[in-house]
């Protein structure tokens, strides 16, 4: 059974700071990690992709995987309140693409 | 362009009624997807949809019926619902399987109320 784990929070950090959200998976063969970000009562949003070891920068968020530890995580740079959300962590190997959700971590950043 | 687009935004319906909703992509995507989504908990894949064909049923009770009338509309049928399967209902799309870099793209969701 594929696992994503990822601690539920909530994650304080005061605005301007860097969040940092972790995030492991049991399944070696996974492919493909993808970060979404989820409002209160809205539908998962794409924030980052990243398919290879290493870091993947996009303007303030930094997706980094390293698959021998079986870790991915998202790091959102000069945090800003409205960054206020549930991070959700999510992986697929490279069959029929099905999505193995974590359970979300809740971030909120304090003005 | 990544939206997807669904109807209605909200809906709610007795446990008699039947109702259907409604998911839209012109992206040009061959996986289509619906998730249900209980308060504080991650979305739970229901069905997959690839090349218009089922691909995916996730065990889902008799009562939510899934259709695919061509590659860019999907559809699920609500029948003799239940309370507990009031939630969150989530249309999403992907390039197809296979693709090695396959990406789902979620659109706004219809809130369902089953009373």
């Known amino acids: 059974q594929k696992e994503v784990e990822q601690n539920s929070g909530p994650l304080s950090v005061p605005e301007g700071a860097i969040a940092s959200l972790n995030c492991t998976y049991s399944?070696?063969?996974?492919?493909?990690f993808f970060w979404y970000r989820q409002y209160s009562g809205k539908s998962p949003e794409l924030i980052m992709s990243i398919y290879s070891n290493g870091d993947k920068e996009d303007g303030r968020f930094t997706a980094q995987l390293n698959k021998a530890s079986q870790y991915v995580s998202l790091l959102i740079r000069d945090s800003q309140p409205s960054d206020s959300a549930t991070y959700l962590c999510a992986v697929t190997d490279s069959g029929y693409s099905t999505l193995t959700f974590g359970k979300g971590t809740m971030l909120l950043v304090s003005p | 362009d990544t939206e997807v687009t669904q109807t209605p935004k909200h809906l709610v319906m007795g446990m008699t009624n039947k109702k259907s909703l409604k998911c839209e992509q012109h992206m040009g995507h061959r996986a289509m997807y619906w998730y249900k989504q209980k308060a504080k908990k991650p979305p739970e894949l229901m069905f997959v949809y690839s090349y218009e064909k089922l691909s995916i049923n996730e065990s889902v009770p008799s009562r939510f019926s899934p259709e695919c009338p061509n590659s860019s509309l999907l559809n699920l049928h609500l029948h003799a619902l239940q309370p507990e399967d009031s939630a969150l209902y989530l249309c999403?799309?992907?390039?197809?399987?296979?693709?090695?870099?396959?990406?789902?793209?979620f659109g706004p969701g219809t809130r369902l109320t089953v009373l």
């Open positions: 399944d070696r063969v996974s492919q493909s």
């Open positions: 999403a799309s992907s390039q197809g399987p296979l693709t090695g870099t396959d990406t789902q793209y």
